[in-house]
């Protein structure tokens, strides 16, 4: 459905960031994207959607190519962005109005906008807070208001790129929970973070490393065969438990309820 077809990007010639890019994401997947500081993360999750463009190569949504100007506005509408720092993300002084914004701007009847809009702040358990200023919302509440904005334009795909790092633990857990639903409901996810329990939640992790594909394979595996600290990532904390406590049983298909049972048990 989305697919990196050999992409090369640099910000300033001759210092390449990306090289050599390929890879698809299908419908309904739900991809972890991890990478040390700078190897190039958001940058690829920019030009996902369009906001940068290839210098070589193709970024293809479908039959759009971002390369296309004619396609750019509908690649907009389906891939959605939520970036890190929600306060960059606001235009407007109410939640509602924040989330009619992108609504106003595709030109939907006033009665569909409302539905709609309506609609997304409560997938999100914002509902109640319609009325209030995004900018005295908690960080958790301004990320939820974020994917709501989002969720009333019905994408395709959603980004988050590492839209759970300024979050205290409650909002993490909010925000990945609503993550994991819209997961279920069918949504695309994408998903970059440095949390690598958050990489547990993945069907397939994407390890990036100076702009190219190091990794493209299912957590297990990831966990099993890559020495993530060679790419300044942890293990996850379940993980270390399980090396420590049973270090000579190797991990199976259904590691996740093994670690977790192990988890439980002391
Ligand atoms: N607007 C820009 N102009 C010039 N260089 C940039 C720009 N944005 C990013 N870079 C550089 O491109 C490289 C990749 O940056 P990018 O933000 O994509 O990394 P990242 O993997 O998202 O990192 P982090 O984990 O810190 O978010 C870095 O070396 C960065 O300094
Ligand atoms: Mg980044």
Redesign the pocket.
């Known amino acids: 459905m989305l697919t990196f077809d050999d992409v090369h990007f640099y910000?300033?010639k001759g210092e390449p960031?990306i090289d050599k890019l390929s890879f698809t994401i299908e419908a309904g997947e739900f991809v972890v994207m991890l990478?040390?500081?700078?190897?190039?993360?958001?940058?690829?999750a920019k030009l996902m959607d369009g906001l940068l463009l290839p210098k070589g190569g193709q970024v293809r949504f479908k039959n759009l190519s971002t390369l296309n100007p004619a396609d750019l506005i509908k690649i907009h509408e389906q891939i959605g962005v939520v970036f890190q720092n929600p306060e960059d993300q606001f235009i407007t002084t109410t939640v509602m109005d924040e989330v009619i914004f992108g609504l106003e701007n595709i030109r939907l009847p006033r009665e569909d906008i409302r539905v709609r809009a309506e609609h997304a702040l409560q997938a999100v358990q914002m509902e109640d807070y319609s009325e209030a200023m995004p900018h005295q919302l908690s960080g958790g509440q301004k990320q939820r208001v974020a994917i709501a904005a989002i969720l009333a334009m019905s994408p395709q795909i959603i980004i988050f790129?590492?839209a759970t790092s300024m979050l205290d633990p409650l909002g993490r857990k909010q925000v990945l929970s609503i993550i994991q639903q819209l997961h279920r409901q069918g949504m695309t996810i994408v998903h970059?973070t440095?949390h690598m329990e958050e990489a547990l939640l993945a069907e397939r992790i994407l390890l990036?490393h100076q702009g190219r594909l190091e990794f493209d394979g299912d957590p297990l595996t990831f966990f099993e065969t890559v020495p993530v600290t060679d790419y300044q990532l942890d293990e996850p904390f379940a993980l270390r438990i399980h090396k420590k406590l049973r270090p000579s049983v190797p991990l199976t298909a259904d590691w996740k309820e093994m670690i977790r049972s192990e988890w439980s048990m002391n």
Not at 35 to 44: F, H
């Open positions: 910000y300033q960031i990478g040390a500081n700078g190897c190039g993360k958001s940058t690829i790129d590492e970059i440095h990036i």
